[in-house]
Each structure stands twice: as C-alpha cells, then as structure tokens.
C-alpha cells in the first residue's frame, strides 16, 4: 500500500530559525511529490518536485528530491510566526491518485 | 484565494442521517478530487471525478458517492452516516495531466 511519513510531528521554534521538514514515502508509479501549506481548512499549494537534486526555492522556502532515498526535505530559513501551519506533503501516482501524510505541526514562537 | 468554493462551511448531522456536500471552482480546471482529513491526520483521498466519470477512488465504502456536473462542479454524498464520518470535507481541483491541485476551504461535518 503505498504510503508517505513525515517527521517530526510536531516542531517548536523561536523566529530566525532554521527547520527542515522530513518527508519519505513508498509507492508504486510515483509521478511527483508535492508540499502544501495548511493553516487553518484549505491546504495551498508550495512545491512541486519530480526530478531528483533539482532544488526549488521560493524566498525563505525551499525543497529537494531525492529519488534514491525515496524521501523529500523542506527548509524553511529565518522563521517567521506567519509560517505557523501544518506542512503537508503528498506524491501522485500516474493514476492521478494523491496520498497525503500526516503532516508537521510547525509552531514559531516571536 | 484559490477560487475554489465548498457549502455549506459548518454542518450537524446525527448517525443514520444522509448527506449532501457541494463544491465549485470559478477557474474551470475539469479534474475534481474529494478528502477526508480527520482531526491530526492528513487529507485521505475519497475520489476522483474527470469529465463527469469517477475514474479513482480510494479505500471508501460505497455509502460514499459523488457527482461531476458539465461545469465541473462537484457533489459528495454520504449515506447512512457513522460516528467516525465526523471530519473536515476538501475538495480540490486541477487541470486533467496536471499535478497541482487548488483546494477548497473545506466543509466541516460533525455526525452525532
């Protein structure tokens, strides 16, 4: 059955700081992996990554492939009490099937 | 804003009731999807609607069904509710071949 686990659970964290987010999944037909963002209902859109190595940046936020190890980073640098959410991060098969984890709790503290 | 829409916001329903959620996206992406997302868990894929046509589903019984309307519009439907049903509802949309889905702000059912 395919899956996806990330870690931590949960993260608490002072404003300035540094956090890497874990993701690792096992799955059939893995088509690309996708991070979302999820503060309080609708989970929106981050990152998309099919390519393993190649990096994706978006200001303070970026994330990285990696094919081999069957698992995903996401970096958040110089935290901001705004970037208090759960993370999410999904793949899709080429079924069009999305699997979700159970996301990280991240918790910035001024 | 993603422009995707879900109705109603909030709703209470008891156990054995039957329940109708609606979803629409102002963008006109034609591929439609439907999750589950319980309190500490991650969005559980209910299924899949593309061109009017259920076409991938997830481990859901099948008091669970939905609709695709011609403008892309999308209901789901829940029979004979249980306990556990209470849960947040997204819905989101893409365009077919696409990976990036646009989610609702989701539809909260609590079943008594």
């Known amino acids: 059955e395919d899956k996806v686990v990330q870690s931590p659970l949960s993260l608490v964290v002072h404003e300035g700081d540094t956090v890497t987010l874990n993701c690792s999944y096992e799955?059939?037909?893995?088509?690309?992996l996708l991070w979302y963002k999820q503060e309080k209902k609708a989970p929106t859109f981050l990152f998309m990554l099919?390519?393993?190595?190649i990096e994706k940046k978006s200001g303070r936020l970026s994330s990285i492939l990696d094919k081999k190890e069957l698992s995903s980073i996401l970096n958040i640098t110089a935290t901001q009490t705004g970037d208090s959410a759960i993370y999410l991060c999904?793949?899709?098969?080429?079924?069009?099937?999305?699997?979700f984890g159970d996301g990280t709790t991240l918790t910035v503290k001024p | 804003e993603t422009g995707v829409t879900q109705s109603p916001t909030h709703l209470i329903k008891t156990r054995g009731q039957q329940v109708t959620l609606r979803c629409s996206s102002q963008s006109g992406h034609n591929t439609v999807s439907w999750y589950q997302q319980a309190l500490g868990q991650g969005p559980q894929f209910i299924f899949q609607?593309?061109?009017?046509?259920?076409?991938g589903r997830g481990n859901f019984p099948p008091r669970f069904s939905g609709l695709q309307f011609p403008n892309y519009s999308s209901e789901l439907n829940v029979n004979a509710l249980e306990l556990d049903d209470s849960a947040l509802y997204l819905c989101a949309f893409r365009t077919g071949g696409t990976d990036t889905q646009y989610f609702g702000p989701g539809t909260r059912l609590t079943v008594l």
């Open positions: 609607y593309y061109r009017e046509e259920e076409n």
């Open positions: 099919t390519s393993s190595g």
């Open positions: 999904a793949f899709n098969t080429n079924a069009g099937k999305s699997t």
């Open positions: 799955v059939t037909n893995f088509r690309s």
